[in-house]
């Protein structure tokens, strides 16, 4: 049979600066992964038409990608479209 025991104070010490660090960290985090997603969003605007549309994106879609929120996420807003004109395109094939 094993005893519990009680964390120590050392560890203890450890756990709250590892979450001090971590809350920290996370408003930090989420400025360089923006600036990272508007990055691409720039990269992706230099293609051409048909290459975007080779992906499933048009400009306006990066154009609404980029008006978003600084903290939010442009690549849900460009994955909701692909998989929307994918979809849109699936139901339009005659069936068999």
Known sequence: MT???????????????????????????????????RRQIAQMAALSDIMLKDIGLQRQDL????????????????VSRVSERRAARLQARPRP
């Open 63 to 78: 154009q609404d990608a980029a008006s978003l929120s600084p903290f939010s996420d442009p690549t849900r807003l460009l």
């Open 3 to 37: 005893i519990a025991r009680a964390p120590s104070a050392a560890h203890l010490s450890q756990s709250l600066a590892a979450t001090f660090i971590h809350k920290l960290a996370q408003p930090i985090l989420a400025v360089v992964r923006a600036l990272e997603a």
